[in-house]
């Protein structure tokens, strides 16, 4: 809380009947909170940013469907992640801030903090890693920079919000440890070291109670421990119970129109399960933001729209990364090019859902290079293709010296609101690269997507370079990494694996489940693959370079003995013919015994630009997380660590141990024989009880007779005949909005209305739903009168 503004708020809230104060805790409409003039507190506007701004005009935001002004598309999180450059994600917070400052805009709804648990969620391109140390230290930086224009920045969605499949109702068991050390980290170093302004609150359930109404993790955790004094914001349509969010510490439910849960807190007033200082607390707060907004601003940032585009374009090609290369790339002067497949002309740059940015200007590869042959290959909607197509593009790459075929992962396929049923692209893009590779065998693969794919024709090509969603500019920075301009430098934030089923959670995440058991505990990506010696695609940390760099002289220094101010120190030095950047990564690996652990946790990185023949000193600050565990408090575990310095966790070029003085923990008994002692394979419900320390509850399935508010009209609907009728109707509705009924943006909006649990329908529908008709309505669907009671 902006303590220049602390007379002023506590003056206008003071002014504020019961009534307007329970107003003031739900949003006016989609974008903004309420204003009351008379007792100087201002409306505050929020938009959606992570990758670039998604600001609609007051008007054309009806249930947030309307258009967006036009604003620079950044790449993706997961492409900005690739770059594990710090200071360029500070970069593009700054410039969004900007624009966002320029537009009246207080908050952006960004970054999304969220560890990739699985590599099938809908929503991975929208996160940056499946390491905590990578997201957080990104994350901060990105947050620092937006703030620096004087917007604030809201980062998302807190927490464990790792699956699409019901979302809005999905129960996620965790154990404490698991919850700190993986999906509680990054959060609580980027609210430590950024302060953001606003925490959005997740829509799932944490052990059984709903983020929004969590008051372990939004009071216990997020305020008192941490400090967090900001505001709470729900995600759009999760607010569960309004009274126990207030006693949570959850200010601010989006978005408004409803009224029915003002009622809801006026009740729990009335019975006194809900305290008036509670709700007071939540006014000052989210007053105190919305005045500091309104008194700066004056003076907003000029927005350079070209330097933005400029810094949208560095990002992606840093983002690049090089998978596989047998010396086609860069392409040699003069060479012929063949360019295949409709993603070179109409690209796959951004993700779907609520972050689809309204860019100003896309450019594809086939506008930057008309001179290259062109096949259309696909359909670039679908990824379908037919004989004529592979026909056509078959005799382009024969004619070429190189061809380039450009495919990925449609948004039909990877958007918000969905998951992937798996890691595989469109067949029709998979038989079209391997019927060019056979025609061309110096055949190049970009990638145009935000999460892990399986390459089945990896070793049949010459090159794969893996593009992300990169954004406006995205077509300009893989030009230039493909001709040589530019020297690839990404490496991977998650790891690839062969196939989605060896991830370690796969069995108990995702559809049909309406409880995620986080069995795998802190188990998690490269923590698993490492530890478990299971093979994989391509490792976390992975990436070439058209140069090489070598490692020596590693010193250790123990900083105070106890994990706090350890550093690694080594020399990199560009031993090829051409300049580039490399990212030198420090990993460690535990003493054995005590509390089970991974095999090696990411504890620091730096990425170094070298000249050729260049060397530097690289003096990497090692996390002091990698030394503890979470045993009721953080508690440095001593004893002699392995310090692991190299290109990525399978790329290891200098080793060193580290001695490390704390506690030693012993395993507890009901965790010896289990699977975290010896990870393989996949953990079972006894193993995972045992980590609880408690029974895993009962996953409820609902049919007629059992549906509650988490159950959606869309699954009512398929034994209510009147459910059916209401989904069928609000389908229709949704898909008016759009020409193409197709659209991935269509899908997610029918998902998070008709396909959204039915609490969370109500409080998206802006009063169009009541609380009573709904009530009804699930009356109807469990064979009851519409006005049953009990």
């Not at 224009?149 to 019901?166: L, P, R």
């Not at 090089?322 to 070179?344: D, E, I, T």
């Not at 560009?574 to 990993?587: I, K």
């Amino acid at each position: 809380m902006d303590p220049r503004y602390a007379d002023a708020t506590q003056e206008g809230v003071a002014k504020l009947s019961r009534e307007q104060l329970l107003d003031l805790g739900v949003g006016a409409d989609f974008w903004r909170t309420r204003a009351y003039p008379e007792a100087g507190i201002p409306a505050l506007t929020v938009s959606d940013g992570p990758n670039g701004l998604r600001y609609q005009k007051p008007g054309n935001d009806v249930r947030g469907a309307g258009p967006a002004e036009p604003a620079t598309c950044f790449p993706g999180l997961a492409t900005v992640a690739a770059t594990w450059d710090a200071e360029l994600a500070g970069q593009m917070g700054r410039a969004i801030g900007c624009e966002a400052r320029s537009l009246g805009v207080g908050v952006v709804l960004g970054p999304g903090l969220n560890i990739k648990r699985s590599p099938l969620c809908g929503r991975n391109f929208e996160y940056f890693s499946e390491d905590p140390l990578l997201a957080g230290t990104l994350g901060a930086s990105y947050v620092r920079g937006v703030q620096s224009t004087g917007a604030g920045s809201c980062i998302k969605h807190f927490a464990v919000n790792n699956q699409e499949y019901k979302r809005f109702s999905n129960d996620c068991v965790v154990d404490e440890r698991t919850l700190r050390e993986i999906y509680l980290r990054a959060f609580e170093m980027v609210v430590r070291e950024a302060k953001p302004q606003m925490v959005m609150s997740a829509y799932v359930m944490l052990n059984g109670v709903y983020c929004s109404d969590n008051g372990h993790l939004l009071r216990d955790i997020l305020r008192d421990e941490w400090g967090f004094d900001g505001v709470v914001v729900t995600d759009w349509g999760g607010m569960h119970d309004r009274a126990a969010a207030y006693e949570a510490g959850c200010d601010l439910a989006m978005p408004g129109g409803g009224r029915h849960l003002q009622r809801q807190a006026a009740a729990a007033l009335d019975a006194g399960t809900l305290r008036e200082e509670r709700v007071r607390e939540s006014a000052r707060r989210l007053t105190a933001l919305a005045i500091s907004h309104a008194n700066d601003a004056q003076g907003a940032p000029a927005v350079d729209v070209a330097e933005n585009r400029a810094v949208a374009r560095r990002v992606a090609a840093e983002g690049h990364v090089l998978l596989a290369n047998r010396g086609v790339l860069p392409l040699a002067a003069g060479a012929s090019v063949a360019l295949v497949g409709q993603m070179a002309d109409k690209p796959r740059y951004q993700g779907g859902g609520s972050s689809h940015v309204n860019a100003r200007r896309v450019s594809s590869i086939r506008q930057l290079r008309p001179s290259w042959a062109y096949a259309a290959g696909y359909d670039a909607r679908t990824g379908a293709t037919t004989d004529a197509l592979v026909a056509e593009a078959v005799r382009t790459a024969r004619g070429a010296d190189v061809a380039v075929v450009v495919c990925g992962l449609p948004e039909t396929v990877e958007s918000e609101g969905y998951d992937r049923p798996d890691m595989r692209l469109p067949e029709g893009m998979n038989r079209l690269v391997k019927a060019v590779a056979a025609a061309n065998p110096n055949t190049v693969v970009v990638l145009q997507c935000g999460s892990p794919v399986e390459l089945p024709w990896e070793k049949d090509v010459a090159a794969v370079l893996y593009a992300g969603l990169g954004g406006e500019a995205g077509a300009e920075a893989t030009v230039d990494v493909l001709e040589g301009t530019v020297n690839p430098s990404g490496r991977l934030p998650e790891t690839w694996p062969l196939t989605a089923d060896d991830a370690p959670c796969m069995g108990w995440w995702g559809n049909p489940h309406r409880q995620s058991q986080y069995r795998e505990g802190v188990f998690v990506g490269y923590r698993y693959y490492q530890t478990a010696g299971v093979p994989v695609a391509h490792c976390f940390g992975f990436g070439l370079s058209y140069t090489s760099f070598s490692y020596a002289n590693l010193d250790l220094d123990p900083g105070d003995g106890r994990g706090h101010g350890a550093t690694a120190s080594f020399d990199v030095t560009n031993t090829g013919a051409v300049a580039g950047a490399e990212v030198a990564q420090v990993y460690v690996g535990a003493p054995e015994g005590g509390l089970p652990r991974p095999a090696r946790v990411l504890a620091g990185f730096a990425r170094v630009g070298l000249a050729p023949g260049q060397t530097k000193r690289v003096s990497v600050t090692l996390d002091p997380a990698a030394f503890a565990v979470w045993d009721g408090a953080w508690k440095t575990i001593g004893g002699r660590y392995q310090v692991l310095v190299g290109a990525s966790v399978e790329d290891v070029r200098l080793t060193g141990v580290l001695a490390v003085s704390g506690k030693g923990i012993a395993r507890p008994g009901r965790l010896s024989g289990t699977w975290y002692v010896a990870p393989h394979g996949k953990p079972d419900r006894r193993d995972f009880e045992a980590l609880l320390g408690r029974p895993v509850p009962p996953e409820a399935h609902h049919a007629r007779g059992t549906y509650d508010e988490t159950d959606s009209l869309l699954e009512m609907g398929e034994t209510s005949g009147v459910c059916r009728f209401i989904a069928g109707q609000i389908k229709a509705a949704v898909e008016r909005g759009y020409k193409d009924k197709t659209d991935p943006q269509c899908r997610m909006s029918i998902m998070s209305s008709a396909g959204c649990a039915l609490f969370g329908l109500v409080n998206c529908s802006g009063g169009a739903l009541p609380a009573g008709m709904a009530r009804a309505l699930l009356n109807v669907a469990n064979g009851r009168a519409p006005w049953h009671k009990g």
